[in-house]
């Protein structure tokens, strides 16, 4: 055997055994040789599923991509909130890897790319190098080769989970059970229209070789998501996540306006996205159950968010988002954290709840 081949077949026995050792996340259900036959588009044909034990606590990012000093003050307050609250798993909302000069790229090249490691494994320490990513992809994901993301978690590392570009998971947790459904999905061919792209950054082309660039094919996928929001009526709790933000006037982006008319129909609890680079919500009203949180202040800020929105940080804060939801309660709470500058204490900005779903 070739010494990389050896050293893959040890990878690969390594994150197994991992698996056994803390089963708390989910385990494949196809093999990689099946995977392998299969376009990264097609949603995983199967629903992933977890138990635990206590409190469903988690953290959400985005737009992660950018090494310096605010993403790491980030990932400092990250990892305090994750020790200190038992957190479970992070929603990882995309743009895990931005171009940084005019001699690097946005994205990977391959599962062997140095950036897994300079970029994730080393930026996120303690309980985050732990708990498995919940991965969707954005569009500086799609640039360079956002297969070998996809191939990453089939061939690398499981805890970046990322088994398609369309998933759904099923968390149970508490001594009820409560049901929690996922619904994982890529946004970006939604965003962007293939006959009025340019192929700057190869995204275009991708979206063709890909078999995502045709009306018909949107629409399927739009098909595929509404036929799985129908599948979990049941669910206590219902997320959504994706990269491109819905909030206010930002929706309207091409076939993106078509989502949240989706999420009110199948009454969604919240949607998750990045994109912009802010932390935002936009709450429930009278004729929409839904709530939209946009936490793509990972790495990056921008001054600005999406009209609309219902609270915004102002501009240049940087942060995350903590959830928390307890068995027992008929409610969801979330903060906004401002870990803006390294060295000053991190704080939570903003806090609410959200109400369980009408079944
Ligand atoms: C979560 O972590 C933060 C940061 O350490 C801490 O202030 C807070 O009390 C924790 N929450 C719970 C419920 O333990
Ligand atoms: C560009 O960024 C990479 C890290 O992503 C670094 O290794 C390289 O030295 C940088 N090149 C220049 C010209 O700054
Ligand atoms: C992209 O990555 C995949 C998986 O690692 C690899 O098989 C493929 O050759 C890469 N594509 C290009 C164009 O480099
Ligand atoms: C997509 O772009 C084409 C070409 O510019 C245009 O004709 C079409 O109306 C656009 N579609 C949407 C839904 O915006
Ligand atoms: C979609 O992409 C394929 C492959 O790149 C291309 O042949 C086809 O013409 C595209 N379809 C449309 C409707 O643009
Ligand atoms: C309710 O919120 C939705 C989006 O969340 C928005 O499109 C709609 O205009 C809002 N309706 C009212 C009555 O404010
Ligand atoms: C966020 O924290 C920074 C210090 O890290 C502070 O300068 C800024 O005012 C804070 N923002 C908010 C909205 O509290």
Redesign the pocket.
Known sequence: MKLDIIVQFLQVLVVSLGVLANSTYATPIISHNEREKMMISIPYPKIFHENYRHDLDFLAIGDWGLPGPGKDSVAAAMETWAKNNDTLFVINVGDNFYQTNSSDYDGVLSVHDPRWNSVWLDAYRGKLAEIPWYTVAGNHDWYTNVTAQVDYYWTVNQRFFFPSLYYVRVSKFGKMNTKVAWIHIDTDPFAY?Y??LDNRNDMKENLGILKLNTTKEIQEKLDWIEEQLKCVQDAKWIFVVGHHTLIGKCRDQ??LSKLPPLFERYRVTAYFAGHSHMLEVESVNSTSPVTYFTTGAASIHDLKGCKGASWSAPGGTMGFLHVRIRDDEDKMNFEFINATTAGSPPEVIYKGSLKVRER
Do not use: C, G, K
């Open positions: 229209n006959s009025s091409y076939y």
